[in-house]
Every structure is written in structure tokens, then in C-alpha cells.
């Protein structure tokens, strides 16, 4: 998936959640709040894993774009972007994963 392909589901994430929750779906999860949607992106986590742990690709594609669709509405929903994400990545690009969690400051 490329970028320019997320940045145009963010687009019509960001029009539809104009929309009344009862005619869209996208503006239904805005309506529920940040929990309710984060709880969208766990379990379309979840189901990605079950998806690739039973070894079925088609499964695990479909259940990967749910995951996607839903972690860019709780980016939205955030006031985030996955151009802030690759951002981030950019950042950590030629920094050994250990090392970059290790510099994470402790909660």
C-alpha cells in the first residue's frame, strides 16, 4: 500500500465523519469516541493474528485492511496521520530496534 493510497483514505475518512452517524459507518465510530474506536483497532488486531496464525491469506488480507481502515480513524481521530507515522519510521531508520526501544523513556 502506498502512501498516496492511505493519504486518500484518510481523505475520505475525514469527509465522511461530516456525515450523521446513522447514514455512515466511519462517522458512527467518531460518534462512539476514542475508546470505542481503539477497541476497533484491537480487535481487528486480533483477528489479523488469528487470520495469519490459521495460515489463510485471503483471511489475512482482508482482516489486515479492516486493521488499517480502523488505526487511520483512531490516527483521525487523534488528530494524527500516517504521514506522521512515516515520519516517525524515517526517524528510526538505521537504528537498531533494541537500541530505540531502550531510549523509549520509561512510563
Known amino acids: 500500500m502506498s502512501e498516496e493510497t492511505l493519504a486518500y483514505i484518510e481523505s ?3 469527509e465522511r465523519r461530516k456525515a450523521s452517524p446513522e447514514d455512515s459507518y466511519v462517522s458512527s465510530l467518531f ?3 476514542t475508546a470505542h474506536i481503539a ?3 484491537g480487535e481487528e488486531a486480533v483477528e489479523t493474528v488469528i487470520a495469519a496464525l490459521a495460515q489463510d491469506k485471503k483471511s ?3 482482516e489486515a485492511a479492516d486493521l488499517i481502515f480502523h ?3 483512531l490516527l483521525a481521530d487523534r488528530g494524527s ?3 506522521n507515522v512515516f515520519s516517525e ?3 528510526r531508520e538505521g ?3 533494541h537500541a530505540e526501544k531502550a531510549a523509549r523513556p520509561k512510563p
Open 12 to 14: 475520505v475518512i475525514a
Open 31 to 33: 460518534h462512539r469516541g
Open 39 to 41: 477497541q476497533k483497532v
Open 60 to 62: 489475512l488480507e482482508s
Open 71 to 73: 488505526l487511520a480513524v
Open 81 to 83: 496521520s500516517f504521514e
Open 89 to 91: 519510521l524515517r526517524r
Open 95 to 97: 537504528i537498531s530496534g
